[in-house]
């Protein structure tokens, strides 16, 4: 059977925090933050099953710290694990201050994603395979 890598399916977006993506202290909207995190995971959960997929739950979204009017956000995601037709993708972020390029963790999450035929039916995607002792955790 072929297995697809871990590597495969890493995705960087980045996304500088911007007036309208705040609130009254100047902290990045936790919604905003849901939504980027949710195209940067369907992103990794489409480059492994190529075909439709859609975002089937949340299982935890911690939010460690927050991102500033600014700050230079980076999103990475990567396919964890894949059952029969669903993948888990775990996506972290961290937040840059451009002026000083320090760089700080501010969020977590886990998403699950299922992949679809043409008919919008659940559809096998192939088994991921990790490669380092990271990936393997």
């Known amino acids: 059977m072929i297995k697809k890598t871990v590597k495969n399916t890493h995705v960087i977006m980045h996304e500088i925090v911007l007036p309208n993506d705040t609130n009254l202290l100047g902290n990045v909207l936790g919604g905003r933050v849901?939504?980027?995190?949710?195209?940067?995971?369907?992103?990794?959960?489409?480059?492994?099953?190529?075909?439709?997929?859609?975002?089937?739950?949340?299982?935890?979204?911690?939010?460690?710290?927050p991102s500033k009017m600014g700050d230079i956000m980076k999103l990475m995601s990567s396919v964890n694990y894949t059952g029969q037709s669903s993948m888990e993708i775990g996506v972290r972020i961290e937040s840059e201050n451009p002026k000083t390029a320090v760089s700080h963790h501010t969020a977590s999450a886990y998403l699950t994603f299922v992949s679809l035929d043409d008919k919008g039916k659940p559809q096998k995607v192939l088994p991921i395979k990790p490669e380092t002792k990271d990936e393997i955790k």
């Open 34 to 65: 849901m939504h980027l995190m949710d195209m940067c995971a369907a992103m990794s959960a489409y480059k492994h099953a190529r075909t439709a997929v859609v975002t089937a739950s949340v299982d935890r979204l911690d939010f460690l710290a």
